[in-house]
């Protein structure tokens, strides 16, 4: 898995349909042919994307205090290598400040920052010692463990992700909270693969990982850890969530009214349910996307 990622938002605008490009904070229109299809109206799609991506991003009600700091101190985030990484992507620089020091500010996900939190989330996801993580180096000599994407893949720290994975008490869980952790994140999937965050095989997955544990250990509940969670990931994956916002839109039903656990399961939220479930319904509905005669991509 690459740290960085580029943003790719399918948009049909009238009977034509453009392609929105994101990387950081730039953004550039991409001309494409139309397809042979039924266009969304843009007004349409305008709305269903904003409910699915708000401007001003998403605030979990938790501080950002010294987490960022503590990934610092403990070798896990190599500050230096996040400079480097992010320090001449426009607004990407003005996050840094997290990890400096300690901040009163909300943690808060947005278009502009999704591929630094990801970073920051796969860290604290990585390094947190939690049950779910021994459980999986038991099942697999060191060698496979870190063949994984969300291990091996790991190189922005002062030290190997072998000496991190699972060594650290950054969080502490109750063992209530752990129970929750442990239930959320088997039922929880992304789109980039086809298991559940108990099994975080890549960046995406371990950063949920870190993102439940977060919010477990504050005192949230399953409905708000759920829809924090769909909301991460719409920003880490918005052309997956976009697109299947407008496959509830065509069902008649507003993308603030789904129910977080539904979106998140295997049927949309998995590799394969997404391509099933999302774009295999719009291409049979006639809703083809640029470059798209009838078969699926990404």
Not at 20 to 37: I, K, N, V, Y
Not at 162 to 174: P, Q
Not at 248 to 276: C, M, N, T
Request: hydrophobic letters at 40%; aromatic letters at 10%.
């Amino acid at each position: 898995m690459s740290h960085r990622f580029t943003i790719r938002l399918v948009f049909f605008l009238g009977l034509g349909i453009s392609l929105l490009s994101a990387q950081g904070s730039r953004l550039t229109l991409l001309a494409a042919e139309p397809p042979e299809g039924k266009p969304f109206k843009p007004e349409e799609i305008a709305r269903v994307a904003a409910k699915v991506l708000p401007k001003d991003g998403y605030a979990l009600r938790i501080k950002w205090g010294e987490l960022g700091a503590r990934l610092v101190e403990l070798g896990v985030i190599d500050l230096a290598k996040l400079k480097q990484l992010f320090g001449k992507n426009g607004n990407s620089h003005s996050y840094l400040r997290y990890l400096e020091a300690p901040s009163d500010e909300f943690i808060t996900i947005t278009m502009d920052n999704a591929p630094f939190m990801v970073n920051v989330f796969w860290a604290l996801g990585l390094a947190n010692k939690n049950p779910l993580l021994e459980k999986l180096a038991t099942e697999r000599p060191e060698h496979e463990l870190m063949r994984l994407a969300s291990t091996g893949g790991w190189t922005l720290g002062t030290k190997p992700a072998t000496e991190v994975y699972s060594n650290f008490d950054i969080i502490r869980l109750t063992a209530q909270q752990q129970e929750l952790v442990a239930d959320l994140a088997g039922s929880i999937y992304r789109p980039c693969c086809n298991n559940a965050t108990s099994f975080p095989d890549c960046n995406h997955g371990i950063a949920l990982l870190g993102l439940i544990e977060l919010m477990a250990a504050n005192g949230f509940g399953r409905e708000e850890i759920l829809t924090a969670s769909l909301q991460f990931n719409a920003f880490w994956f918005p052309q997956h969530y976009v697109k299947t916002a407008l496959v509830f839109h065509l069902r008649g039903i507003d993308w603030k009214k789904v129910d977080p656990q539904e979106v998140l399961g295997f049927r949309y939220s998995s590799a394969s349910g997404w391509r099933e479930q999302v774009e295999a319904k719009l291409q049979k509905e006639g809703y083809l996307l640029p470059g798209q005669k009838g078969s699926s991509s990404c």
